[in-house]
């Protein structure tokens, strides 16, 4: 018990011996992966193949947005806005339909609404719809990207639900890590099947053979779709269910697994809470953003520039009246709420001072495939950048065990702290310039950082959330990331055009200032992790107050 495990003394190993284990825990993950139930490779085999088609489309959507649908930078970075936070709404709207129909029919419906959205996506490049924004182009893509995204909203929550459906107590975990590491590795192999596609297409699907892309990722989702058909039967699916429910009660009996317990009642009181504000404001704040030059342009809007410091700031009235109402339903919302986690202030100070480094992850796809595309014109970089914006995933397949086996005993929140301030710093390297080396040190040192950290994100949200809440402060701690997706993209786009806009000389481009700025933002979470320590540890377990 938890009494005998703070006696037992701590087993200290080499670097070599963690980096054995590290490598020993990836043959255990693929030995894992090809022992599972055949329910199981229904889940697995397609997720991989979603990885590689959705972190694939990630990388090359700035592209296609400027150059195949003419929209600016500026605007190519609301559509990744949309796609990106409208996902993580989805899961939240759609997610319990996942259970509601049961895993195999909300993988097959997911697959077949993702691969209906792929098909527009595609065909909004292959037929001649005009170009620029609000054109028919446009809205056959939007049309497609909608579909897509209320498709994964379903997609997600199905296939983790069938990773605890096929496994039991002991292999939940490995089952876990599995369909994480495997997503990572389809997302690496997308840099190489976007890259030589779209050179062998360029003649026929001019400009630059992105359309073909879109196709080939049109059939993988097509092979998807049949696959999960093909392994989740009714049969592969109750064979796989009893196997489980066998292997549980002998991991029970002999003393490896406990029984379930009842979920803790949550603190949430039952009690009738008036909606009519919140939704009034919402639709003020939706109704402003259109109104902004994000949506329509209009008369009505007032748009004007101050200089600021030597910068030129854009004012957008309505805009700032759409932040407004975004901020005034926030509040509405958390004062007919008091048990709400956002009530708690240490909770809600780190979830949200972690917002700013996790910019870095939105730039690795609103930011890296133009940068590199653009500020390395002429070189392989260039020609190949969606291998190069996809080299993080690879990365943190393989990184991830070992940096978790160093930092096994280490404090968590000293972790928080030297996590982020690891992955924030490089990103100050490219302020120098475009240099090859400066940028895959950068991508090293960045995924490094995001591994100390990120695991252990959660572990810290557990530990402060009080008795009976757990679940509600890990639900909500993903909100922060839903916002981090949807407002990086309305600047990054912005910070292109100025800083390293397309059909520039690589000499005429500012890339320095943009990573600059970057980087005092990112730089901004762990040393206000530091500032807060003595406040964020107070009244927390012994071995957290040690940090």
């Not at 639900?161 to 997308?190: C, E, H, P, Q």
């Not at 696959?227 to 003393?255: F, Y």
């Not at 697994?257 to 919140?278: G, H, M, Q």
Request: positive net charge; aromatic residues 14%; proline residues 5%.
């Amino acid at each position: 018990m938890a009494e005998v495990q703070q006696e037992a003394p701590i087993e200290k190993k080499s670097l070599g011996q963690v980096i054995t284990d590290a490598f020993n825990e990836l043959g255990g993950t693929f030995k894992a992966f090809f022992q599972a139930p055949q329910a199981l490779w229904g889940v697995n085999v397609p997720y991989i193949i979603e990885g590689l088609v959705y972190f694939g489309i990630l990388t090359i959507l700035g592209k296609f947005s400027s150059e195949n649908v003419g929209l600016t930078d500026a605007q190519a970075g609301v559509v990744y806005s949309f796609v990106t936070g409208g996902i993580t709404f989805a899961m939240l709207i759609l997610g319990g339909w996942a259970d509601k129909l049961g895993v195999r029919k909300a993988l097959v419906l997911a697959f077949t609404f993702m691969l209906a959205g792929r098909i527009f996506v595609a065909l909004s490049g292959t037929i001649p719809l005009g170009h620029g924004l609000w054109s028919p182009m446009f809205f056959t893509m939007m049309g497609g990207l909608t579909i897509m995204v209320l498709a994964y909203g379903l997609f997600q929550p199905a296939a983790y639900s069938g990773v605890k459906r096929y496994t039991n107590k002991k292999t939940a975990a490995m089952g876990y890590a599995v369909i994480y590491g495997l997503m990572n590795l389809g997302a690496f192999f997308s840099g190489f099947v976007s890259s030589f596609t779209r050179h062998a297409s360029v003649n026929l699907f001019p400009p630059n053979g992105l359309t073909a892309v879109f196709w080939v990722y049109v059939i993988l989702t097509a092979v998807s779709l049949i696959l999960t058909m093909v392994l989740i039967t009714r049969k592969s699916d109750k064979a796989a269910v009893e196997k489980v429910i066998k292997q549980n009660e002998e991991l029970v009996r002999k003393g490896e697994a406990v029984e379930d317990e009842e979920e803790e009642e949550s603190a949430k009181p039952k009690v009738k809470i008036n909606n009519i504000p919140i939704i009034i404001y919402s639709l003020l704040a939706i109704g402003f953003f259109m109104l902004s030059d994000f949506g329509f342009k209009n008369s009505i809007n007032q748009v004007f520039d101050v200089r600021l410091f030597g910068l030129n700031i854009h004012i957008d009235t309505a805009f700032i009246l759409s932040l407004v109402m975004v901020g005034v339903a926030s509040w509405d919302y958390l004062k007919r709420r008091p048990w709400h986690p956002f009530r708690d202030k240490r909770f809600t100070f780190f979830i949200f001072i972690l917002v700013p480094v996790q910019t870095l992850f939105a730039h690795n796809w609103l930011t890296l495939p133009y940068y590199l595309d653009r500020a390395f014109q002429g070189t392989v970089v260039s020609q190949y950048f969606e291998v190069f914006t996809n080299l993080n995933p690879i990365l943190i397949f393989i990184l991830t065990p070992i940096i978790a086996g160093l930092t096994a005993k280490a404090n968590v929140y000293k972790m928080m702290i030297w996590g982020t301030l690891v992955m924030a710093i490089p990103t100050f390297l490219l302020a120098i310039g475009p240099h090859v080396v400066s940028f895959l040190i950068y991508v090293l040192f960045m995924t490094i950082g995001e591994a100390m950290w990120s695991p252990r994100f959660l572990q810290w949200i557990a530990e402060i959330a009080p008795k009976g809440k757990v679940g509600l402060y890990m639900g909500v701690g993903q909100f922060p990331w839903f916002l981090d997706k949807v407002v990086t993209g309305l600047y990054s786009g912005w910070f292109l055009e100025k800083y390293c806009p397309k059909g520039v000389p690589v000499d005429q481009l500012h890339t320095g200032t943009l990573w600059f700025i970057y980087g005092l933002i990112a730089i901004i979470t762990p040393i206000s992790l530091w500032l807060a320590r003595k406040w964020m540890l107070k009244g927390m377990p012994g071995e957290a107050q040690n940090g």
